[in-house]
């Protein structure tokens, strides 16, 4: 079975991969060389991981498929600002401590929640 990327990462053009990415072409590859009957000590040099990641790899394959491999959504708190905030933000920072009204043009935490509270 060839390397397919999840669903969400095809597109026309072929951009390199992410991280992300390509640690889970790593997990499928192991799992090509699983199927093609590899010993985890071949798969690890293959692949570029330790040998530990591949009996890892093995077990949660033979628990759960190919699709146990696959890369999973990010967990974790949800962010605080929207993707509106973040360009605002971003401009506001870019554009300097100066531009906003402060003696230096240095972003101090203290500046940052004054300008933000405005």
């Known amino acids: 079975m060839a390397y397919q990327p999840s669903p969400s990462d095809a597109s026309s053009s072929l951009p390199p991969l992410s991280r992300p990415q390509l640690a889970e072409a790593r997990r499928v590859r192991a799992v090509e060389l699983f199927e093609e009957g590899a010993s985890n000590a071949a798969i690890a040099r293959a692949v570029g991981v330790c040998a ?3 009996r890892r790899w093995r077990r949660v394959w033979e628990q759960g498929g190919v699709s146990a491999l ?4 990010a967990t974790g708190r949800p962010p605080k600002l929207d993707d ?3 360009e605002t933000l971003g401009a506001a920072l870019a554009r300097g401590a100066q531009a906003h009204g402060f003696e230096a043009d240095l972003w101090t935490w203290s500046e940052s929640a004054q300008w ?3």
């Open 116 to 118: 933000w509270s405005r």
């Open 84 to 86: 509106a905030q973040v």
């Open 52 to 54: 530990e990641s591949v």
């Open 70 to 73: 696959r890369r999973r959504a």
